[in-house]
């Protein structure tokens, strides 16, 4: 089984001082509250530079979650369960995906699916199965010691040693219960306590690339090793 976990997603709620911000003027005006609002650089920029908002670089970009878990979750290995896929947020919250999971294609109806996880903590299907699990305030080494409990955990970064992916695969589906972490940032690198979690972190191109298109090369390459 590989464990899957995307890390330091830039997907939270809009922070209370920057509600306040002048610019924002009109979201008040409408009437939402800042848990009815995922931060979204597309909307915030303005207000997230000029608040000084911590590590703004990698955050208020939700849509990068979304993209990258459309590509995680349409792979043949997590259709044949045999891929557990986690969630762990800038600000520390983890979201176990369950088995046989479907996000909404649309972004919109995405967005209002976080919003409402974040608030009520559990998504359930009309069959009562459990979809998304919110867990907040676990931080990414609780997630790897007390959920996720791997042999190994391989970071992918532009800051690795470089080693071809297809070896990386190799390597991964030689153990029991591997786990593999990908950024979902946009620029900037892991966290320090992401970071030092890592057993071994590689670089897998000469140059950056996008958070979806790791999560499906991996993928990939792990399923050539497990599937028929
Ligand atoms: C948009 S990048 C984040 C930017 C960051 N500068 C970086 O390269 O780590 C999103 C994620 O894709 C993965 N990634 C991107 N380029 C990579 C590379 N050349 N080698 C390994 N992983 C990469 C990393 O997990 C990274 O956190």
Do not use: W
């Not at 009815?36 to 208020?60: P, Q």
């Not at 986690?86 to 699916?113: A, M, Q």
């Not at 069959?127 to 699990?133: D, F, Q, S, V």
């Amino acid at each position: 089984m590989l464990n899957l976990i995307i890390a330091d997603t830039s997907l939270e709620t809009i922070p209370d001082n920057l509600y306040r911000h002048p610019s924002l003027r009109k979201l008040r005006h409408s009437g939402k509250k800042p848990s009815d609002i995922l931060l979204d650089r597309s909307f915030h920029h303005f207000a997230m530079v000029s608040t000084g908002l911590e590590n703004h670089h990698k955050r208020g970009r939700p849509d990068i979650l979304h993209i990258a878990l459309i590509n995680a979750l349409a792979t043949p290995l997590y259709r044949n369960n045999m891929m557990k896929v986690f969630i762990h947020t800038v600000n520390n919250n983890v979201i176990c995906v369950g088995d046989n999971v479907r996000i909404p294609k649309s972004y919109i109806r995405f967005e209002g699916l976080m919003i409402n996880l974040l608030k009520t903590k559990k998504i359930i299907s009309d069959e009562g199965r459990l979809l998304l699990e919110l867990r907040s305030q676990t931080n990414f080494k609780r997630l790897i010691k007390e959920i996720v409990k791997s042999d190994i955990v391989v970071g992918l970064s532009t800051t690795g040693v470089y080693r071809k992916l297809e070896s990386i695969a190799i390597d991964l589906s030689s153990q029991n219960n591997p786990c593999v972490v990908i950024g979902g940032f946009p620029n900037g690198y892991f966290s320090d306590s992401v970071d030092s979690c890592f057993d071994k972190k590689y670089s897998i191109s000469s140059v950056g690339l996008e958070s979806q298109v790791v999560v499906s090369r991996l993928v990939y390459e792990y399923e050539k090793n497990v599937l028929a």
